[in-house]
C-alpha cells in the first residue's frame, strides 16, 4: 500500500440484529484487515447509542486479540474525561500483556453521550478542562512514571502502551503537538478544520521519548464495491440512517420518507459531516483516497467502512485494500 491503512470499527448494531451479532461481525472484520495487510483496528468509546456496541471499548479490544494474530488494536479513542487515568492505564496495560505490542491508546476529550449520559458516568461538566493533565498522568502511570506519589498502574506501569491524542479541533492538534504525540483527526465526520489542524500540528510539533516526527492520521469513510452503482445504493442507505438518527426523533421511517427528510435540508448536514468519502468501485475508492491523503497531509489513513450490512463491510476492505496495493510503487 502506498500509504498505510487502517479501519475504524463503529460496531453498529443494524437493525433486526443483536449486540453478539454486531460483536462477531468486529471480529470478522479484524479478521479480514489482517488478511489485506491494513496496520490497526480502532475501536471508539460511545454511550446511550443503541446503534452501537463498542461502549466497553477494552473489552471488545481483549475479544478481538483473541481471535487475531498480529494486527494492531486500540480505542479511537477512549473519552477520557469518562475515566480516571488510573483505571485505563491498568486496563490498557492488561490488553498489553495479553498481546504485547499490538495496543494503541487513542484519547479523546468528548463525553462520547448526551448531558443526561453525563450525569450517568457521574462525569463532572468541567472534567474536559482537565484533560491535558489527565493524559499526562495517564502517560506517566504506563511509562513507569508516575505523577502520583505512591501510586502506579499495575498491570501497564513500564508497558509503554503508545498514546494517540484525537480531535476535530485546534485544540486536540496544539495538544498533540505541545505533547510529542500522534495526532488523528476525525475527518470521517467532522472534517472543517482539518487542513488547519494538521498544518498546526506539524508546525508545533516537539518531540518526544515517544515520537521523533509528526504523526498524522486521518479518518476518512468508504465504501467500495463491485459497481459504482452498487456502492451509490449503500451510500445513500448510510446518509438515510445518518439523517434518521440525527433528525428523525426516534421514529420509524420509510426509504421514501427518508429520501424527502435528506431533500429537505437534513441532506446538506449529512454530506457536510460525511464530505471526506471515497464511494464507487476499488479504482475509484483508490483514487479518491490517494488524494484526500495529498490533502490531509497524512501519515496514515483510519478508514470507516460504511457499508450497512457486514457483507458489503468485508468486501469493502478487501476491495479498498487489494485496489490500494495495486497502486505502482
Same mark, same amino acid.
Given at each position: 500500500?502506498?500509504?498505510? #491503512?487502517?479501519?475504524?470499527?463503529?460496531?453498529?448494531?443494524?437493525?433486526?440484529?443483536?449486540?453478539?451479532?454486531?460483536?462477531?461481525?468486529?471480529?470478522?472484520?479484524?479478521?479480514?484487515? &489482517?488478511?489485506?495487510?491494513?496496520?490497526?483496528?480502532?475501536?471508539?468509546?460511545?454511550?446511550?447509542?443503541?446503534?452501537?456496541?463498542?461502549?466497553?471499548?477494552?473489552?471488545?479490544? !481483549?475479544?478481538?486479540?483473541? =481471535?487475531?494474530?498480529?494486527?494492531?488494536?486500540?480505542?479511537?479513542?477512549?473519552?477520557?474525561?469518562?475515566?480516571?487515568?488510573?483505571?485505563? $492505564?491498568?486496563?490498557?496495560?492488561?490488553?498489553?500483556?495479553?498481546?504485547?505490542?499490538?495496543?494503541?491508546?487513542?484519547?479523546?476529550? $468528548?463525553?462520547?453521550?448526551?448531558?443526561?449520559?453525563?450525569?450517568?458516568?457521574?462525569?463532572?461538566?468541567?472534567?474536559?478542562?482537565?484533560?491535558?493533565?489527565?493524559?499526562?498522568? #495517564?502517560?506517566?502511570?504506563?511509562?513507569?512514571?508516575?505523577?502520583?506519589?505512591?501510586?502506579?498502574?499495575?498491570?501497564?506501569?513500564?508497558?509503554?502502551?503508545?498514546?494517540?491524542?484525537?480531535?476535530?479541533?485546534?485544540?486536540?492538534?496544539?495538544?498533540?503537538?505541545?505533547?510529542?504525540?500522534?495526532?488523528?483527526?476525525?475527518?470521517?465526520?467532522?472534517?472543517?478544520?482539518? &487542513?488547519?489542524?494538521?498544518?498546526?500540528?506539524?508546525?508545533?510539533?516537539?518531540?518526544?521519548?515517544?515520537?521523533?516526527?509528526?504523526?498524522?492520521?486521518?479518518?476518512?469513510?468508504?465504501?467500495?464495491?463491485?459497481?459504482?452503482? !452498487?456502492?451509490?445504493?449503500?451510500? =445513500?442507505?448510510?446518509?438515510?440512517?445518518?439523517?434518521?438518527?440525527?433528525?428523525?426523533?426516534?421514529?420509524?421511517?420509510?426509504?421514501?420518507?427518508?429520501?424527502?427528510?435528506?431533500?429537505? +435540508?437534513?441532506?446538506?448536514?449529512?454530506?457536510?459531516?460525511?464530505?471526506?468519502?471515497?464511494?464507487?468501485?476499488?479504482?475509484?475508492?483508490?483514487?479518491?483516497?490517494? +488524494?484526500?491523503?495529498?490533502?490531509?497531509? !497524512?501519515?496514515?489513513?483510519?478508514?470507516?467502512?460504511?457499508?450497512?450490512?457486514?457483507?458489503?463491510?468485508?468486501?469493502?476492505?478487501? #476491495?479498498?485494500?487489494?485496489?490500494?496495493? $495495486?497502486?505502482?510503487?
Amino acid at each position: 500500500m502506498r500509504i498505510p #491503512l487502517s479501519i475504524l470499527d463503529l460496531a453498529p448494531v443494524a437493525e433486526g440484529d443483536t449486540v453478539a451479532d454486531s460483536i462477531a461481525a468486529s471480529v470478522a472484520l479484524a479478521q479480514r484487515a &489482517e488478511e489485506h495487510g491494513y496496520r490497526r483496528v480502532w475501536y471508539a468509546e460511545h454511550h446511550n447509542m443503541k446503534a452501537i456496541a463498542s461502549s466497553a471499548t477494552s473489552v471488545l479490544i !481483549a475479544h478481538v486479540g483473541a =481471535q487475531t494474530r498480529e494486527i494492531r488494536l486500540g480505542s479511537g479513542g477512549v473519552m477520557l474525561p469518562n475515566h480516571a487515568p488510573l483505571t485505563i $492505564a491498568e486496563q490498557f496495560g492488561t490488553l498489553d500483556a495479553m498481546y504485547p505490542g499490538r495496543i494503541d491508546l487513542g484519547l479523546g476529550r $468528548a463525553p462520547g453521550s448526551d448531558q443526561n449520559t453525563m450525569y450517568a458516568l457521574r462525569r463532572d461538566a468541567r472534567s474536559a478542562e482537565r484533560f491535558p493533565d489527565d493524559v499526562l498522568e #495517564l502517560q506517566g502511570y504506563l511509562t513507569g512514571a508516575s505523577r502520583v506519589p505512591g501510586v502506579d498502574a499495575f498491570p501497564g506501569s513500564g508497558s509503554n502502551v503508545p498514546l494517540y491524542v484525537l480531535g476535530s479541533s485546534m485544540f486536540g492538534a496544539t495538544l498533540a503537538a505541545a505533547l510529542g504525540l500522534p495526532y488523528a483527526f476525525a475527518s470521517h465526520f467532522a472534517p472543517q478544520a482539518l &487542513e488547519a489542524a494538521v498544518a498546526t500540528y506539524r508546525r508545533e510539533f516537539r518531540p518526544s521519548a515517544q515520537l521523533e516526527a509528526p504523526y498524522v492520521i486521518a479518518g476518512v469513510n468508504a465504501i467500495a464495491a463491485d459497481t459504482a452503482e !452498487a456502492a451509490a445504493e449503500q451510500f =445513500q442507505a448510510v446518509r438515510r440512517a445518518r439523517a434518521l438518527f440525527l433528525f428523525g426523533r426516534g421514529r420509524p421511517f420509510s426509504d421514501a420518507e427518508a429520501d424527502q427528510l435528506l431533500a429537505s +435540508g437534513a441532506g446538506r448536514q449529512v454530506d457536510e459531516m460525511m464530505s471526506c468519502s471515497g464511494v464507487g468501485t476499488p479504482a475509484q475508492v483508490r483514487d479518491y483516497l490517494e +488524494g484526500f491523503a495529498q490533502r490531509a497531509d !497524512a501519515d496514515e489513513l483510519i478508514v470507516a467502512h460504511q457499508s450497512p450490512t457486514i457483507k458489503d463491510r468485508l468486501r469493502s476492505v478487501a #476491495l479498498t485494500a487489494e485496489a490500494m496495493q $495495486a497502486v505502482p510503487a
